[in-house]
């Protein structure tokens, strides 16, 4: 699936390239267009959106709390902000109202607080709990969409619907920490180690909705700022603990702001 994917995508590219000089005939502004952008977004809804939310930053506290036992975790990976993407677009301006694009994201969170699912036993004298810890996340989605201006350009205002693929992959740890009883009948910390990795990877389909706003800057170039929305559907596995397996979508909200040169 993957190399048909990439084969629809170099073939779309190529047909935007071959198209150019005709669409210039009939428009007195560039018709091809490239660009980057980065900006911020969230994941969003159910379990999915808790485990892989905004967070920017700030050490990563993630709150452990069980009935007989409280304090706080800190991991290693600090201050950095999560999710973090960058956009690459490529675009053929049709008309004054419409505007065929293809969109691609590299998206990491590197910080996700996964549900611990915990399980407590004893082995000799120390007492032990197992959890699910050091999620990671990396997506990358193709989108083809049409961007529509109501206004014939004069606002820059768009509106944008589209349908595209995901690679999404998934890492995440299961792990047991030992514990045993103070002089003050507190629990001390005594190690960690590795119970097992889960990692996954899968393609799912799914939709692209957004509106925004472009602007000129110099005589090639153009800024815009775009809210965008994108949902797609995983197939589940229950069988596995990561949440790409479990969950029925993976909702995205971005506020994004790119840079565009013309041709």
């Not at 706080?72 to 490529?90: M, Q, T, V």
């Not at 691609?104 to 590197?110: G, K, P």
């Not at 029925?248 to 013309?262: D, F, H, R, T, V």
Request: a neutral charge.
């Amino acid at each position: 699936m993957k190399n048909k994917n990439n084969t629809f995508i170099i073939f779309l590219l190529l047909l935007i390239l071959s198209y150019t000089p005709l669409y210039s005939q009939f428009n007195n502004y560039p018709s091809f267009y490239i660009g980057i952008g980065t900006g911020l977004q969230s994941y969003i809804g159910g379990d999915f959106g808790k485990a892989y939310s905004l967070r920017f930053f700030s050490r990563y506290n993630y709150d452990d709390d069980y009935y007989y036992y409280n304090r706080e975790y800190y991991n290693d990976n600090r201050d950095i902000i999560s999710p973090l993407g960058f956009d690459i677009n490529a675009g053929l301006n049709i008309s004054n109202h419409l505007a065929l694009e293809f969109e691609t994201s590299f998206i990491w969170h590197f910080h996700g607080w996964p549900d611990r699912q915990y399980e407590t036993g004893t082995i000799g004298n120390l007492d032990y709990i197992d959890k699910f810890d050091d999620s990671f996340l990396f997506a990358n989605p193709y989108i083809i969409s049409l961007k529509i201006y109501p206004f014939n350009r004069i606002l820059g205002l768009y509106l944008s619907t589209g349908f595209g693929w995901l690679y999404v992959k998934e890492k995440m740890d299961r792990v047991r920490e030992y514990y045993d009883y103070s002089y003050y009948n507190y629990y001390n910390y005594r190690y960690t180690y590795l119970i097992k990795t889960y990692s996954d990877s899968k393609w799912c389909t799914g939709f692209k909705l957004a509106i925004g706003l472009t602007f000129p800057t110099f005589e090639y170039l153009s800024g815009e700022i775009e809210l965008r929305y994108t949902n797609f559907y995983p197939e589940k596995n229950l069988s596995s603990p990561l949440l790409i397996n479990r969950v029925p979508n993976i909702g995205n909200i971005a506020l994004i702001s790119k840079l565009y040169l013309s041709f």
